[in-house]
Nanobody, 116 residues
Framework: QVEVAESGGGSVQAGESLRLSCLVS????????MAWYRRASGKERELVARITRGGVPREYADSVKGRFKISRDNDKNRVDLQMDNLRPEDSAVYYC?????????WGQGTQVTVST
């Protein structure tokens, strides 16, 4: 069993930055790849960024390339998403995802709101 919990959301103005964190607990040694997803109001969930078990970023959504950076610290059981130069279209609930022992684990989500 693995638990995933996000933190760090909030309300900012366009151009500002936020850093989201995802802490993993439980059977952390079983966790493989992890990712951040988001769901904007009225839209489907989309992949924002994903990272390998070893901490290598593997994919970014085109809309966030060059602005967002995913990182991982396995000693701290943590994956972060540094979000710079935020835009109103980045407003969404951000979810942390972890794959462990063939199962999918999701956090509750953290709201990010970017105003003009």
């Amino acid at each position: 069993q693995v638990e995933v919990a996000e933190s760090g959301g909030g309300s900012v103005q366009a151009g500002e930055s936020l850093r989201l964190s995802c802490l993993v607990s439980g059977k952390t040694w079983t966790v493989g790849g992890m990712a951040w997803y988001r769901r904007a109001s009225g839209k489907e969930r989309e992949l924002v960024a994903r990272i390998t078990r070893g901490g290598v970023p593997r994919e970014y959504a085109d809309s966030v390339k060059g602005r967002f950076k995913i990182s991982r610290d396995n000693d701290k059981n943590r994956v972060d998403l540094q979000m710079d130069n935020l835009r109103p279209e980045d407003s969404a609930v951000y979810y942390c995802y972890a794959s462990a022992s063939g199962l999918d684990y999701w956090g509750q989500g953290t709201q990010v709101t970017v105003s003009t």
